[in-house]
């Protein structure tokens, strides 16, 4: 089984890089975040003329999250918490016997500010939700964009971006509680050493040519997929492409037994 993850920073402008990918990399998976587009607008055809069925939740220009997939998705959930007022931040379903999150945590803006104070909440609702509905002694896959990068080796310039959103001791000692609670990250499980970045910010001038980046992007994974996981690795070739993401994708594939 091969599952990726990907923010595409507008799904309609990034077609034809992710549609390419999709028939290169054939994955049974892909998570995306960030579609930036309302549910009426989403690109159904494009992933039916692909192979893929997809479950979605947007809204205008804002946010948004997908899952594609080349099997059913089941059990489909929309929303982290009741509220009207409620971004397109979360969804969940089941494909099979596997139950799959995928997410678009809030950057934070900057730090003492409403929208950071609004991360910190949405991450707490987020793990709450884990413990209620889950068990972490059962196969469960969380991925998505969580715009934390947890070690100074997960980003080019620690020191620079110390206690900044996105590199902030209150949003570490959150992702660290679902690593408590019994969620692995599978790129670091792997590959223990620096330097490998999903994201590169477009206002860094040749950012992604001097590899000036974060990895921000997550494939978590309870204990029984951990023990399966083969192989996880980043794609960087789709950020190199003309008009790409500021993200790229990144990949698990797993034993199916």
Same mark, same amino acid.
């Given at each position: ?18 549609? =390419? $990918? ?5 994955? =049974?998976? +892909?998570?995306? %975040?960030?579609?930036?587009? &309302?549910? @009426? ?11 893929? &069925? ?19 998705? %089941?059990?489909?959930?929309?929303? +982290? ?11 969940? *379903?089941?494909? /099979? ?9 809030? %950057?934070?803006?900057?730090? *003492? ?27 469960? +896959?969380?991925? /998505?964009?969580?715009?934390?990068? +947890? ?8 020191? /620079?971006?110390?206690?900044?959103? *996105?590199?902030?001791?209150?949003? &570490? ?21 620096? !330097?490998?970045?999903?994201? $590169? ?5 040749? !950012?992604?040519?001097?590899?000036? !980046? #974060? ?12 023990? @399966?996981?083969?192989?996880? #690795? ?22 199916? !037994?």
């Amino acid at each position: 089984m091969k599952v990726a993850t990907f923010n595409t920073n507008s799904i309609r402008a990034r077609l034809p890089i992710i549609i =390419d $990918w999709l028939v290169r990399e054939q994955p =049974d998976m +892909l998570l995306v %975040q960030e579609t930036k587009v &309302q549910d @009426k607008d989403f690109p159904v055809d494009a992933f039916d003329d692909a192979g893929y &069925q997809v479950a979605f939740r947007g809204q205008k220009s804002y946010n948004g999250v997908a899952i594609i997939s080349r099997s059913p998705l %089941q059990d489909v959930v929309r929303n +982290l918490y009741e509220g009207e007022d409620e971004e397109a931040r979360f969804i969940s *379903g089941r494909i /099979g016997d596997l139950p799959v999150i995928n997410v678009y945590v809030p %950057q934070g803006f900057a730090p *003492g500010t409403e929208k950071f104070h609004y991360k910190l909440r949405w991450m707490e609702m987020l793990l709450s939700h884990l413990e209620r509905k889950y068990n972490a002694g059962d196969p469960l +896959l969380v991925a /998505g964009d969580f715009n934390v990068a +947890l070690e100074p080796i997960d980003l080019f310039d620690p020191e /620079g971006y110390r206690g900044e959103a *996105g590199y902030h001791p209150d949003e &570490q000692k959150l992702m660290r509680r679902f690593f408590d609670w019994g969620l692995v990250d599978l790129f670091r499980k792997q590959n223990p050493g620096g !330097g490998h970045y999903t994201f $590169w910010d477009y206002r860094i001038p040749n !950012g992604f040519k001097r590899n000036m !980046g #974060w990895r921000i992007d997550y494939i978590l994974a309870t204990a029984p997929l951990v023990e @399966k996981c083969t192989r996880v #690795w980043i794609d960087t070739e789709p950020r190199a492409k003309p008009k790409p993401s500021d993200h790229t994708f990144l990949i698990a594939e797993f034993n199916r !037994g």
